[in-house]
């Protein structure tokens, strides 16, 4: 058989320089993230597909509930900041509509959610359910920069879930305007009760002033004596206006102490959640007992949720504390602690102003026991039944300022856009979720292979070596996984030809010619003796003499895919027991096979003698090629001991089966160590199309066989 002609006079690639090989570190990381997205793109499917089915079934499944919304405006309609046109003459009231004002939106939509509140919509409307389930259904919200009110119902039935905010709004309504009137109320009470003592001392100091004039006649007053008695009289006025403010301040602040004393300062929030999920299992319950059996296991492990909930509400404490501070203050509670200490304040107030009247008053009093005794009298007596008759008056309008306060009281909350059913929002909605499952199945489908593929370092196809480890793949070897007749035949042929054409890629590789080749691998399991076994037998037919030895002294496989015995081989030579040419077996006439030999306890000093370089010398003298077997990189340094003495190395990797991490880390050893003869990448188990080589190889081998056939 002739044989090739070495052509080391051909211009062809140099073997690849490994210090500073390959690319940047991140360079290629998009392009192979996505291969590999292409790669999935039927787990990528199957993730969307399940995804949106699973929210059309759960859509389905889910009871159907409606939500309309009833908006509200919190604070007196058509009012800003309360002016001084806006007060009445009653201090009581006007501090009431100052404090009043102040409340936020946020205040309003704590309130509208009380358990008085849920009981009376419940009672109106007759509804066949508790408060604590209507109010689970309720959410209020503020819309944000604004004093309106949004409150949403969630309900079975359209109609009945815009009744049931209606009622919601108006009967919160009403329980504002009856708190505005329990306060006019409180002033009422306190003017009834002043009004007739008012009018005896207005009739009385009317009486002394007429009595004195009779008895005294004319008399002349000079203006130094009014202007004393005037300014005393003022003083007096005042004190006696202060001291009715402080009166009526503490009959108020007494109304709501007793008021505060009734009600709980904190609620714990956690018996709430409980409570709103116990809403949401005895509306689930309600629908499953009309469609099931009590017998049957939905029922009964709703039941249990009931059970296990109420157990739970009611071992909850009222109140949650951290230390001594209150966790969740009681809304209600805090409006009228802060209208309580407003009450406080104002007595604080009218009581120190008190003190300083008093003072400028005796201060006077002794300037005016100086003045003129008649004349001074007269003037004290018109002063005081001036002062009594304004009192009195006062007191009156007040009176009739508080009775149209509680009659026409008005609110600080209105309805300015009742619910209705025709705008009810269906929940859940069948047709939204089936447009939103699918971009959200593809979030997750992706992220889900982005983490695939990110995690799971392996080298998959010749791009993927390329990019992550920088060397060139000069064959690629077809995976014989499958399981079809029909395939095999055109997978032989492509096998056959994957070989010869790494036989061509490596005459061409070296401006030199190759007489010694090392065949390794990263990792075991790569398939590096069968690419030697293989490559081997398509060179003894294209530049014989081939010679093939199996430098894995620890875990000798070559023999068994030649079928031949191993008791005599390479440790034997290296260690003089035997020589090269002895210790040969023919596999074919025109290649040979040296086999490990017996195991032997420190394979690398035999590897790293002389011994080895003179069994190189010797077999290149005799043979064309010399392929040599070594063992995996990343276990033992027996193949980078054999890749350092021979002309070129060819780094056989698994697709789908390497990691690349490990590859990497055997080419930064390589690099490391200055062994700069690596040829390229022999891609091992690649999978191949039969339509990428139909047209040269499959149609004769798949007309073979009939259709159908396997």
């Not at 597909?49 to 759960?58: D, E, R, S």
């Not at 191993?566 to 290649?591: D, F």
Request: proline letters at 5%; a negative charge.
């Amino acid at each position: 058989m002739s044989q090739f002609t070495p052509l080391g006079s051909v211009e062809a690639p140099s073997p690849l320089s490994l210090p500073g090989l390959g690319p940047a570190p991140n360079e290629h990381e998009i392009p192979r993230l996505w291969r590999g997205f292409l790669r999935r793109k039927r787990l990528f499917i199957g993730i969307v597909v399940t995804f949106v089915l699973f929210v059309a079934l759960i859509t389905l499944m889910t009871p159907k509930t409606y939500t309309t919304t009833v908006r509200l405006m919190s604070g007196t309609p058509g009012a800003s900041t309360p002016s001084s046109s806006d007060t009445t003459t009653l201090p009581i009231l006007n501090a009431l509509v100052l404090q009043d004002g102040a409340q936020t939106a946020e205040t309003f939509a704590a309130l509208i959610q009380q358990q008085n509140i849920a009981d009376a919509v419940v009672k109106n409307l007759g509804l066949n359910s508790t408060a604590s389930k209507v109010l689970a259904q309720v959410t209020v919200k503020p819309v944000v920069n604004t004093a309106i009110l949004e409150l949403s119902v969630k309900w079975p039935h359209a109609e009945d879930s815009a009744r049931i905010a209606n009622e919601f709004g108006k009967v919160f309504v009403d329980v504002q305007r009856g708190f505005v009137q329990s306060q006019a109320n409180a002033a009422l009470g306190f003017l009834a009760a002043e009004l007739p003592s008012a009018e005896k001392r207005m009739n009385a100091a009317n009486a002394e002033l007429a009595n004195y004039q009779a008895a005294n006649g004319f008399i002349d007053v000079s203006d130094h004596t009014k202007d004393i008695v005037a300014r005393d009289s003022a003083v007096q006025e005042r004190i006696e206006t202060l001291t009715l403010d402080l009166q009526g301040a503490q009959t108020l602040y007494n109304n709501l102490h007793g008021e505060l004393g009734t009600m709980p300062a904190a609620t714990n929030p956690v018996e709430g959640g409980l409570k709103q999920r116990l809403a949401e299992v005895e509306a689930q319950l309600a629908i499953a007992r009309k469609q099931y059996t009590e017998q049957h296991p939905a029922v009964i492990a709703l039941i249990q949720q009931e059970d296990a909930l109420r157990n739970q509400i009611a071992l909850q404490p009222s109140e949650e504390r951290s230390g001594e501070a209150v966790v969740n203050p009681n809304p209600v509670y805090q409006t009228l602690s802060q209208e309580e200490a407003a009450d406080r304040a104002r007595i604080q107030g009218d009581t120190e102003n008190l003190a300083q009247l008093q003072t400028v008053h005796k201060s006077l009093a002794a300037t005016m026991k100086q003045l003129p005794e008649k004349g001074m009298m007269l003037t004290q007596l018109q002063q005081r039944a001036k002062l009594a008759t304004d009192v009195y008056q006062a007191l009156q309008q007040k009176y009739t300022d508080a009775t149209i306060a509680r009659t026409t009281a008005i609110s600080d909350v209105s309805i300015i856009q009742p619910a209705s059913a025709d705008a009810a929002v269906l929940s859940p909605n069948l047709k939204l979720n089936l447009m939103v499952a699918p971009l959200i199945g593809m979030l997750i489908a992706s992220i889900v292979v982005f983490i695939l593929e990110y995690f799971e370092r392996k080298l998959r196809d010749a791009n993927d070596v390329q990019s992550a480890i920088g060397l060139p793949v000069i064959a690629s070897v077809p995976s014989f996984s499958s399981s079809s007749r029909r395939a095999l035949p055109w997978l032989q042929s492509m096998t056959v030809e994957a070989f010869l054409h790494l036989c061509v890629s490596l005459r061409l590789s070296k401006r030199q010619p190759l007489h010694s080749l090392a065949i390794t691998s990263a990792c075991i399991g790569d398939g590096k003796s069968t690419v030697a076994f293989n490559l081997a037998k398509a060179l003894s037919n294209v530049q014989p003499p081939i010679l093939l030895i199996d430098g894995d002294m620890r875990r000798s496989t070559l023999h068994s895919h030649a079928g031949t015995p191993n008791l005599t081989g390479l440790s034997e030579v290296l260690n003089g027991e035997s020589e090269l040419l002895r210790s040969v077996q023919k596999l074919s006439p025109q290649l040979d096979l040296l086999t490990s030999g017996q195991p032997v306890p420190n394979p690398v000093a035999l590897l790293q003698s002389t011994h080895f370089d003179d069994l190189l010398e010797e077999a290149k003298r005799h043979y064309s090629i010399v392929v040599i077997d070594t063992p995996a990189l990343s276990c033992v340094a027996d193949g980078f001991a054999i890749a350092s003495r021979v002309d070129g190395t060819a780094l056989v990797v698994a697709a789908n089966t390497t990691d690349e991490r490990v590859a990497k880390e055997v080419v930064s050893q390589f690099q490391a160590l200055g062994i700069d003869n690596v040829v390229g990448v022999v891609l091992n188990k690649d999978r191949q199309r039969i339509h990428d080589y139909s047209d040269y190889f499959a149609g004769a081998f798949t007309n073979a066989l009939p259709k159908g056939t396997d």
